[in-house]
Each structure stands twice: as C-alpha cells, then as structure tokens.
C-alpha cells in the first residue's frame, strides 16, 4: 500500500467530523418541524468519511452515506471526482458528486426527472452549519426541498 497525499476536498470536510443535531422543513410536510441527529465519523485512514441521519419524523428516512474520492492506483490522489454515495431504509441508492472549500461544501447529481442538489456553510465559529436542499424536475426549474440546521453536539 502506497501513502498518497490526501485528496483536498477532505481536508475543507473535516469540520463535518463529529456529532450534530438538525432541524429542518420540507416543502411537502409544511406544518412538521423535521428533528434529527446526524454523525460524520472517518473511517481508519481519514480517506473516507461516514455520514449517518436519523430522523424523529416518521415519513423522513434514516440513512447513510460515505464520502470519498477516486482512488487512481499509481496517480496523484489529490486529482480526480469525489462522491456521496447514499443509502437508506427505503432502499433507495444514489450517487451525487461532491465539492468543498473553506466553510462551504456542496453536492448534486443530474438525473431526468428528479435532480437534486445540497449547499452547505458552516459559521464562522464551526458550530452550526446552514443548508439548503433543492430539487429540480423539470431539468430547469429548481424548487427548495428541503432547508436544514445542524448544530454541532459538545
């Protein structure tokens, strides 16, 4: 096993790492505060980091995800996509690309009918972080699905 250098998209991830609480709304629950918990742990090896939800409403599924990026035996691992791949209780499976920078962090994925895409930013102290979750399904108009909080545990 070779020890590449970490791709950078990790490193402006790292302040996901730990526990936090979430409130939030959904468009098609508008009288329901949606509470939950989510944990953002890395896996040995810092390459991966795994994101688990569970939520108190009982129309919002539990999940989880991994992030990480490719893996390009013999290649520089700082170039290259990174991903979400999802998964929860209903059995639903996807896969969204994903970007981050200082404070900021994003991912989405384009598909006919059902495009989605999430914006992340975290305050300045690191403590909460604010985002909003939309869907498209017409391939032109974007709607809010979905605006959270997280606020970290501790």
Sequence with gaps: MTDQQ???????LEPLAGEWVITATHRLLPDDEITGHATFEWLDGNRFLIWRMHYDHPDIP???????????????ATVGGCTVNYFDARGVSRRYVIEAEPGTWRYWRDWPGFSQRFTGRFSDDGRTMSGVAE??????????????????VG
């Excluded at 970490?6 to 402006?12: A, F, G, I, K, N």
């Excluded at 539990?62 to 520089?76: L, R």
């Design 135 to 152: 869907l498209c399904e017409d391939g032109t108009a974007w709607m809010e699905d979905l605006p959270m909080t997280y606020r970290r």
């Design 6 to 12: 970490r791709h950078p998209t990790l490193e402006y």
């Design 62 to 76: 539990d999940s989880v995800a991994v992030i990480g990026c490719e893996d390009q035996e013999g290649a520089d």
